[in-house]
């Protein structure tokens, strides 16, 4: 009880919540490097796995990829890139986009092979091109999954980039190093703390978001089918 009462105290100090280093600068540090991470991660990922999906081709390679990727130490892939690049921010950056494109990869592939094959033959029996029928068709009925997959991919992400600050001085993971080095549990714990809410708050919005996506995903709601429908 005294070492939560200690993160609660140094939670509530003024001088926590002010300056450089202070807590709103951390947090949106730490919000900034999760958000480059994540659409990094999606201009790589999310393509190749539509792609993939729309192909029903290479199940094998992305499940490869997706578990090779969670065998991988983070602190590990952190030190070998922190010793090709030097300190800074590059080497978190790397490692959290090692980390988030396997679950953006699956979610876009699975959710553009789960769109029915039926759906497909009949966007392009009403005359619509393949970009079209991916655009139009396939994608807004791949959405939930493919926002599950950012949801996953956020989550782990938000969590992780606390190492960032192993090897640059951003983020809510210097509140974790420091108290670490200084022995102060209790920064290291309300550290921890504001991680968790972190984390939380994305989860809720990922959450609305994937639930947004889905009304929306229903087949009558495409343009293909709704055209389908008012010309017959």
């Known amino acids: 009880m005294n070492l939560f009462a200690d993160a ?6 003024p001088n926590h919540w002010q300056g450089p280093g202070g807590i709103p600068v951390r947090i949106g540090q730490h919000l900034l490097l999760t958000a480059l991470a994540l659409v990094i991660a999606s201009i790589i990922a999310l393509p190749a796995g539509a792609l993939l999906g729309r192909t029903r081709s290479g199940g094998a390679v992305i499940g490869a990829i997706a578990g090779s990727a969670r065998a991988l130490s983070t602190i590990g892939v952190l030190t070998l890139v922190g010793l090709w690049l030097g300190i ?4 978190p950056l790397v490692a959290l986009l090692i980390l988030a494109v396997p679950s953006l990869l699956a979610g876009a592939y699975s959710g553009v092979q789960s769109v029915p094959g039926e759906i497909t033959a009949a966007s392009r029996a009403i005359g619509m091109s393949g ?6 068709v396939e994608l807004p009925l791949a959405l939930p999954v493919i926002v599950g997959g950012a949801r996953a991919a956020a989550l782990q992400v938000v969590a992780t980039a606390t190492l960032a600050a192993y090897t640059a001085d951003v983020g809510l993971g210097r509140y974790l ?4 080095k200084t022995q102060d549990y209790g920064q290291m714990l309300a550290g921890s703390i504001l991680v968790i809410l972190l984390a939380i708050i994305l989860e809720l919005a990922f959450a609305a ?15 293909a089918l709704s055209s389908r429908r008012t010309s017959s």
């Open 8 to 13: 609660l105290a140094w939670l509530a100090d």
């Open 209 to 223: 978001l994937q639930r947004l996506a889905a009304r929306h995903a229903s087949p009558h709601s495409t343009p």
């Open 88 to 91: 800074g921010i590059g080497p």
């Open 131 to 136: 970009a079209q029928v991916m655009w139009r």
């Open 177 to 180: 190093f420091t108290g670490l």
